[in-house]
């Protein structure tokens, strides 16, 4: 399997071709009351061709599209950098020592309690937010005596879980119900439900994969690399070392970092904090806990250094990542896609019409990881077409965030980036993660439909 640079690269040219073939064609847009650009339906006509994204234009996408997802980058290096930080202290090295020495035969519980912190965390919508953890929780689930993959797993699945059930997601939910004029998270309860539902899928695979591993380690994904672990684990079993000890100072800095976690949540969801604000946040704890441990400016400088360097690849596939919605939108042929879409609905059945948008935006996600990008130029497409055919706003809601949400951690757009924040080879997460996947988006079908039957209402 190519590199994921590679990868990402090599749909940058397929996105390209793209542009020579498909007509070029746009929607008028409209500024709705809260600012938001949204498409108006019935305005989509061709325009000419200007000139398709040439070679010099293919290249500079790249850098546009490193500027585009600069916020999303900078926010990752910071906050990476200010858990280098408190990797340095270790706070947390001695903490998952503590913790793995008390969970002794019980480490499935361990792994069960970072799934929901993932999940919960997401309920909200932190999707990148969460990138600065996946290191720190990958390091604890080797420790825990598992592999790789499950680590990923954990992380992976609960984001999924939390992020696709929209309950209180402002970047799908928030957003797409806001422009049909449902009343903000109406609907909450459904969607409760729904994440009952993709909770379980994810728990059930983390045990099946896990009791499979340690009954067996050779049928892991990455047999080889865990093995070796499994053994150098048992030597470092039998080793004491100072440097672990569960210090004062260390449970400080551990509970400093649970107040940042709180803090995190509740800024997000009650002042409306973004990445500047969570970075800004992160930066001030690597503060504290330098005053704390004593650390002098220059040690801090390179330590720091060293803690965002762990996410640069990560960074560079996010940056690679907006630049195919760069060249989309250049080329002019993502609107020529959606309403192509729309005529291809127009005198379906609902539940025809659900299942062909359902699978529409799933595979658009492919293109087009930003939920609330798609969400504005999608769903205003998506609400009259409901109107037309007696379905449900709610429901129409429901099918685009399902769409939008249960392939972010499967498609390269943002399965690479999280493999590349667990030092995983993408392939194998692929070939792992797909069927979880599959059942996630089946049951999503099955919620829809579900919705759709009992008319599911605004509250």
């Not at 280098?84 to 270790?90: D, P, Q």
């Not at 309690?113 to 953890?133: C, D, R």
């Not at 704390?292 to 040690?299: L, S």
Request: net charge neutral.
């Amino acid at each position: 399997m190519p590199h994921v640079f590679v990868i990402m690269f090599v749909l940058m040219i397929f996105v390209t071709f793209l542009t020579y073939i498909i007509p070029s064609g746009e929607f008028q847009r409209v500024t709705i009351e809260d600012g938001t650009s949204v498409v108006d339906p019935d305005t989509f006509q061709f325009v000419e061709k200007d000139t398709p994204v040439s070679f010099l234009d293919f290249f500079r996408s790249i850098y546009n599209g490193f500027v585009q997802g600069a916020s999303i980058m900078g926010s990752l290096l910071l906050c990476s950098g200010a858990l280098g930080i408190l990797n340095r202290t270790g706070s947390l090295s001695s903490g998952i020592q503590k913790l793995i020495s008390v969970s002794k035969g019980k480490e499935m519980i361990t792994v069960v309690i970072l799934y929901t912190f993932f999940a919960v965390l997401n309920i909200k919508g932190s999707g990148e937010g969460s990138y600065p953890f996946y290191p720190i929780v990958i390091g604890m689930i080797l420790s825990l005596g598992y592999d790789r993959v499950l680590g990923a797993a954990t992380i992976m699945f609960g984001c999924t879980a939390g992020f696709a059930c929209g309950m209180l997601n402002m970047f799908t939910t928030g957003i797409s119900q806001e422009m049909v004029g449902l009343p903000l998270f109406s609907g909450i309860g459904y969607r409760a439900f729904v994440f009952a539902v993709l909770y379980i899928i994810g728990l059930v695979a983390l045990f099946l994969y896990a009791g499979k591993i340690k009954k067996d380690p050779s049928k892991s994904y990455v047999a080889e690399e865990y093995k070796q672990q499994l053994a150098e684990k048992a030597t470092s079993d039998v080793e004491n070392s100072d440097d672990l000890v569960f210090t004062t100072k260390r449970k400080i800095g551990l509970i400093l970092f649970l107040c940042v976690l709180i803090t995190q949540a509740v800024g997000a969801l009650n002042f409306g904090w973004g990445l500047a604000e969570i970075a800004s946040l992160y930066i001030i704890y690597s503060i504290v806990l330098a005053i704390i441990f004593r650390i002098n400016p220059t040690e801090y400088s390179q330590t720091f250094v060293k803690g965002a360097s762990t996410v640069l690849g990560a960074a560079l596939v996010i940056g690679l990542g907006r630049s195919i919605m760069v060249l989309l939108t250049q080329g002019k042929v993502m609107d020529t896609i959606v309403y192509y879409m729309g005529t291809a609905l127009d005198g379906k059945s609902p539940l025809i019409t659900l299942l062909l948008l359902y699978l529409f935006v799933t595979a658009f996600n492919f293109l087009v990881v930003s939920g609330s990008g798609k969400a504005v130029i999608m769903v205003p497409i998506m609400s009259p077409l409901g109107q037309m055919l007696g379905i449900n706003q709610q429901v129409m809601i429901l099918t685009y965030q399902l769409g939008d949400g249960l392939t972010n951690n499967l498609w390269p757009g943002g399965g690479a980036v999280g493999c590349s924040l667990c030092n995983l080879d993408y392939a194998v997460w692929f070939r792992y993660s797909w069927k979880v996947f599959a059942a996630m988006i089946a049951a999503g079908y099955g919620l829809i439909v579900i919705a759709d039957m009992i008319n599911l209402g605004p509250f």
